[in-house]
């Protein structure tokens, strides 16, 4: 599995406020970052799906991360700045 990291920089203020709000602060950002995912994960399979059968095509692809990808690729979802994102 492929995957990539991020570094984020944080003003004192705002790490401040995560000491406040929160006990681990890592572990909220990949909470956030974890959500925000699986939200959009769930919205392309369901749009690829929907496409797929009003077409009345199959789907070959297999699994969450193989849809998003053919979603990408047939154009049905786009990236974030061009065309239509999702």
Do not use: C, P
């Amino acid at each position: 599995m492929i995957h990539t990291s991020y570094t984020v920089g944080i003003t004192t203020g705002q790490f401040l406020a995560l000491e406040v709000a929160t006990t681990d602060q890592l572990e909220w950002i990949k909470n956030a970052v974890d959500a925000k995912a699986l939200n959009a994960t769930r919205r392309i399979v369901q749009k690829y799906t929907t496409y797929k059968v009003d077409k009345g095509e199959s789907i070959t692809a297999i699994g969450s991360t193989a849809i998003i990808q053919a979603a990408i690729d047939e154009n049905i979802v786009y990236k974030m700045g061009t065309e239509e994102s999702i």
